[in-house]
C-alpha cells in the first residue's frame, strides 16, 4: 500500500457537485493498493499513521498523534499512486490492485482507522471521479509505502 498523508485544515469531495465527505482538522489520506496487500498490510498502515507523531503539540513541535489531538481522517482511494512513469510518456497501471481487492482493502483500511481510535474517519466514493479539496495545514505532506525494498 501506498499512502500521501496530507495535515489538513480541513478537506473534502465532492462527487458531481454533490459533497459526498468532509473534515474539519487531521489528516487527508490519498490511497493506493497494490496486487500484494492484504488486510494485514492495511492493519500496518493504519496503526502507522494513528501513532504517527507529525500535530503540533503546545510548543509548536511535532509531538502529537491524530488520535492524541482527537483529529479526523478523510480517506480517498488513488490507484494513480501506483503509476509506473517509467516508460513512454502515459503512465501505466498495472501495478495497482484490481479494483475487487483495491475496494476491499479501502475499506477495511478506513475501519482499522476507526479501530485504532479516530473517531471521525469519512471515505470519498470508490471508482468515481472525484473533486478533493484541501487546505494544507503547515503544509505537512508524508508519503508511506509498505512496500519492502529487496
Do not use: K
Request: hydrophobic share 40%.
Amino acid at each position: 500500500m501506498r499512502a500521501l498523508l496530507q495535515r489538513v485544515s480541513r478537506a473534502s469531495v465532492r462527487v458531481e457537485g454533490q459533497s459526498v465527505a468532509s473534515i474539519g482538522a487531521g489528516v487527508l489520506v490519498l490511497l493506493g493498493v497494490g496486487h500484494a496487500d492484504d488486510a494485514a498490510t492495511t492493519t500496518t498502515l493504519a496503526r502507522r499513521i494513528t501513532e504517527l507523531r507529525f500535530f503540533r503539540d503546545a510548543d509548536g513541535r511535532t509531538n502529537r498523534s491524530i488520535v492524541d489531538i482527537g483529529g479526523a481522517a478523510l480517506v480517498v482511494s488513488q490507484f494513480t499512486l501506483f503509476a509506473d512513469t517509467t516508460r513512454g510518456r502515459r503512465p501505466g497501471f498495472t501495478n495497482a490492485a484490481p479494483p475487487d481487492l483495491a475496494e476491499r482493502l479501502y475499506r477495511q483500511f478506513a475501519e482499522d482507522l476507526r479501530g485504532g481510535g479516530v473517531a471521525d474517519v469519512q471515505t470519498g466514493s470508490f471508482g468515481t471521479e472525484m473533486a478533493v479539496e484541501l487546505v494544507n495545514d503547515g503544509p505537512f505532506t508524508l508519503w508511506l509505502d509498505t512496500e519492502r525494498p529487496a
